[in-house]
């Protein structure tokens, strides 16, 4: 199917944290022009995704912290839709606490969520896709975080670190299946929740990343849609196991002295 820009798209595609934020913004630009499997927890976001965009998506709704039922929740979703094609794993929490201030529990549900659960949804997709003889396209929805050390997010930070790894042992395990595995480092994004915390606690941590930005201003989810398209269609074919920023130079240096 021919997404937005002309961009190929081979079939389904399931989107985890799908109910707002960047997730939402990848289901947008998916529909309709392809069916999407939008999981995430949030019942009445899901709800008001079809009625924002239609009967191209499909709810899934699910908690991917609970690691036994994702098995589950991948083949409702894959019954549903008839196969799937492509997986966007956008799902992930942002807790800011200190080291010495974090408890083991929390810095569990980090990981669960942000690592865990990605390796747990791309192992029961791709597991059907070998047996279904078909190929398909998966990204990874990483963080600058997995870069750049900052106070309080040192579970986050590791996280997203870890699932660059993850994208590039995917990427080499899966490519004798068809199956390409990327991934996208966004930088500081206006979502909704950024700029709740933006607005209390984190205005100095957005200030002092505002001044390390060359481009200047915080990025936009619906800037990062066209990336993570591109990247599941054949526009991308050969692209594999890499991570791609779009962090307005966050990454690049010291923008100024």
Excluded at 22 to 39: C, D, M, Q, S
Excluded at 94 to 117: G, K
Excluded at 137 to 157: D, E, K, M
Excluded at 211 to 218: F, L, N, T, V
Aim: charged share 15%; proline share 5%.
């Amino acid at each position: 199917m021919t997404g937005t820009g002309g961009i190929s798209l081979a079939g389904p595609v399931l989107v985890t944290g799908a109910a707002s934020g960047i997730g939402k913004a990848i289901v947008g630009r998916l529909t309709p022009e392809v069916a999407v499997l939008a999981v995430d927890r949030d019942v009445a976001g899901l709800a008001r995704l079809h009625g924002e965009f239609g009967d191209s998506v499909h709810a899934v709704p699910g908690d991917l912290m609970e690691a036994n039922a994702i098995d589950d929740l991948i083949e409702r979703a894959w019954d549903l839709a008839g196969s799937i094609r492509g997986v966007v794993n956008c799902a992930g929490i942002y807790p800011v606490t200190p080291m010495l201030e974090m408890s083991i529990a929390e810095w569990d549900q980090v990981l669960a969520l942000n690592l865990r659960a990605p390796f747990a949804v791309m192992r029961s997709v791709v597991q059907r896709m070998i047996d279904a003889k078909v190929g398909g396209s998966i990204v990874n929805v990483s963080s600058s975080a997995s870069r750049l050390a900052r106070p309080g997010i040192a579970h986050y930070g590791a996280s997203k670190a870890g699932l660059n790894q993850l994208t590039a042992n995917a990427a080499i395990e899966w490519a004798p299946h068809g199956i390409r595995v990327n991934a996208i480092a966004p930088g500081l994004i206006a979502t909704e929740n950024v700029m709740k915390y933006a607005r209390a606690a984190g205005q100095a941590e957005h200030e002092a990343k505002l001044a390390r930005i060359p481009i200047g201003r915080e990025g936009q989810p619906e800037e990062l849609v066209d990336l993570v398209q591109f990247l599941l269609s054949d526009a991308s074919s050969y692209c594999t196991g890499g991570v791609f920023p779009a962090d307005g130079g966050l990454t690049l240096g010291i923008p100024s002295y």
